[in-house]
């Protein structure tokens, strides 16, 4: 069996006495691999060696750090199909969505060989009589990122290359369902020139985050996943002094107007909340077609679909959708659709009991449209994380935009419209931290920065892009004089800058 260990300065770290995760394939329910879960001593041994790396990476010029970079941009890039198989393996995306998240990673590296441009400070000469002042921005020290299972690539480089252009060293606590992905990663970034030290990956569980959480020599944490998770660790992390980002769940809405493109936005619809089986944080999982008609013709459109996409194993070039991560989501996901139908929405397609030939045992899931869902409904409320898209019917663009603005979760939502009026309304005043026009998953290119409102981002800095800049340093301002002539004599009053 394969034994999946730590990876500390530069090298594997064999953990002694080591509890190991099991490790499955979603497509067939075997157990492929087991992973170390770390406990205090291993966090301990990685701080130390992130700790040790910061004095010197923290002083390499941002022009060097840029140049390692370029590099790892480079072996991404040339590795690509061997990480996106060894990411689908454990997750059960499909090849092809698997290199999609790899090209997404893959602008943010290329943003951060920007950093020698982006960390450019501010100058004012003659603040007072002699002196000058600037300001620049600093590394923070050690930082660690907490990443959840359902992108195991790029959620990671949404943040390693963006805290190590800065200057800091970084420890990974990637998801236990999927670890694979990251000791790639760090053997990626070895061979792009990274001093040993500057990246490690710990793999674990609950108690390798509280480690992380209440270590005193980490100064930051950026964290991805649940909610209920994101809310804790933001909590224990400021407690203890750190910056801490906390980016949570979702449950994304898109409106379909009446004078939308219907078919165009079913389209649309489909690969935003059945992609990726609808693991996607900015998934669409909440349709609002605006009056009946629209309604109408939307699920209509939706069910022809649906019942066309192909579910199977990533090793199917012709597989649309993968089975879903264990064994307790694809029961969560059944047991939600059912309360659903309980309590009274219209199961238009049931992907329940969905199997494929050939992997019987995979966790399958069928894209499940559910009609007529109310705000009071479990299925509407909860984030299901699943391929299942719920239809509420509003009868007013203001009661679509109501829902979401209602909503606990404030991610992404979208509008589809032909109408710049109802659109530009939409994007302003919706409560969302990412708005889609006519574009069902407005995930933001690296140069902008990523983060949802409400209960969808606990902290007050989004994720890469400048956003990510000043996350991961922090400012210093330097007042100096260089005088031709200092009066003699001490000055007790509050210094200004009056001639
Ligand atoms: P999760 O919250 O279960 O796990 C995320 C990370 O937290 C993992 O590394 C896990 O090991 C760790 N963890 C789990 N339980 C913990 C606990 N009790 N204490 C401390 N750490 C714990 O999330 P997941 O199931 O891996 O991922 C899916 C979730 O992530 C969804 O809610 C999804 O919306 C969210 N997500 C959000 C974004 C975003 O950008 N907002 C992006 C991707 C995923």
Known sequence: MKKIQHQINGKQFDQANATFQAVFNPATAQQIAEVALADTNVVNAAVSAALVAFDSWSQVSPANRAKRMFALHSIVSQKQNELAKAISLEHGKTHEDALGEIARALEVIEYATSIPSQLTGRYNSNVGPDIDT?????????????????????????MIPMALACGNTFILKPSERNPSAANMLAQFIGEAGFPDGVFN???????????????????AISFVGSSSIAQSIYQRGTASGK???????????MVIMPDADVRQAADALMGAAFGSAGERCMAISVAVPVGEGTANRLVDELKSRIESLKLGPSIDPSSQMGPVITQQAQDRICAL?????????????DGRGASVKGYENGYWVGATLLDEVR???????????????????ADSFEQARKLVDDHEYGNGAAIFTRDG?????????????????????????????????????????????????????KLKTVTTRWPSGIKEGANFSFPTNSE
């Open 421 to 473: 009026e109802t659109a530009r309304s939409f994007a302003k005043q919706v409560k969302a931290g990412m708005v889609g026009v006519n574009v069902p998953i407005p995930v933001p290119v690296a140069f902008h920065s990523f983060g949802g409102w409400k209960r969808s981002l606990f902290g007050s800095h989004g994720i890469y892009g400048p956003e990510g800049i000043h996350f991961y340093t």
């Open 375 to 393: 705000t009071d409904m479990s299925v509407y409320q909860t984030e299901i994380f699943g391929p299942v898209l719920s239809v509420v019917r």
């Open 337 to 349: 659709i059912a309360e659903g139908e309980t309590q009274g929405c219209k199961l238009v397609v």
């Open 243 to 253: 910056r801490v980002q906390a980016l949570g769940g979702a449950k994304n809405h």
């Open 201 to 219: 990956v710990v793999h674990g569980d609950k108690e390798a985050v509280n480690a992380l959480l209440d270590h005193p020599d980490i100064d």
């Open 134 to 158: 600037y300001s620049d921005r600093h590394a923070l020290g050690v930082v660690a990122g907490i990443t959840p299972f359902n992108f195991p690539a790029m959620v990671p480089l949404w």
